[in-house]
């Protein structure tokens, strides 16, 4: 098969190889890849900017696939069964977090693209506990998004708690999902995007965000919760002074640049940060139930497996509206 593997920490790039199917152990799947979305943690694995990060690898884990083989025991699937596979792809589910409900916190969890090689590639295989079900509503490419732009957008989406006026630093793949669950539920969107890009903007305000502008800019009111998509720790400074007294800012991805140190009167009055790590099993079950009511719709651009270092550099560019996702050779559009 096909792969597209960082080969060297801290890369950059990907390079094209030639691999064995990998085969499948008891409890696994073996999943032909139809579609596997970009993150922008894909660019954080090849550009080494995690901890530990071995090579060779496969990145990749908003991964959308048929599965072609069962290991023993993976009761819950049939072979041809339509998956999906994300960010979290083991846990020993029995420490003190993974009894409490929160095993996107086990010590020794694994992740998909990551520690496990991922999507980039046209079979990929999964423990079949950490896989899903995708609903019938979308097609492969217009799944994939939802996979970790949808799911951890949504536990950071539920951790900006109950506030009407929610505002979303950085328009990309994860934003343009949550702007429309928050469309959803009657509140009220403020979309901040780097100043001067008024495509994204254009993005914003055209899936209901009440307000778009630069991520400098006050917004018209103060906001009761702000959640950060990019990777910009000053950011964090800045969306807090946007809080009303009891907000909220979560920083949602896995990396960011360092925060500044600002004044305490800017968290003074019960506001709070707080980051949000991985996803647990149950949002994948809660959020992949709510997309199709919303109904949330992705907006993608397709690229073929072996252009996964264009679709890399869209995203690192920010050049994209919604998100990237490759398909591998054998996939119809
Ligand atoms: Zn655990
Ligand atoms: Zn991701």
Known sequence: MIAMALTRRGAGVLEACEREVPSVKAGEVLVRVRA??????????VDDELPDIEVPRVPGHEIVGTIERLGD???????????????????????????????????LARFTGYQIDGGY????????RYVFKLPDSYNDVEAAPLLCAGLIGYRAYRMAGDGRRVGIYGFGAAAHIIAQVARHDGREVYAFTSPGDVTAQEFA??????????STERPPDPLDAAIIFAPVGTLVPQAL???????????????????PSFPYRDLWEERTVRSVANLTRRDAREFLA????????????????????????????????GAAVLVPPQTSR
């Not at 709510?290 to 050049?319: C, E, F, I």
């Open 36 to 45: 596997c979305g970009v993150c922008r943690t894909d660019l954080h694995v």
């Open 73 to 107: 025991g993976s009761p819950a699937f049939q072979e041809g069964d339509r998956v999906g596979i994300p960010w979290l792809g083991f846990t020993r589910g029995k420490c003190e977090y993974c009894t409490g409900g929160r095993e996107n916190l086990c010590r």
């Open 121 to 128: 590639a046209e079979y990929a295989v999964a423990d079949a």
């Open 205 to 214: 305000r055209s899936l209901g965000a009440r307000w778009a502008g630069a």
């Open 241 to 259: 002074r946007q809080t009303t007294p009891g907000g909220v800012v979560v920083c949602a991805g896995i990396h960011m640049s360092d925060i």
């Open 290 to 321: 709510l997309a199709p009511t919303v109904p949330v719709k992705t907006r993608v651009r397709p690229y073929d497996l072996v252009h996964a270092n264009d679709a890399l550099s869209d995203v690192r560019r920010g050049r994209l509206e």
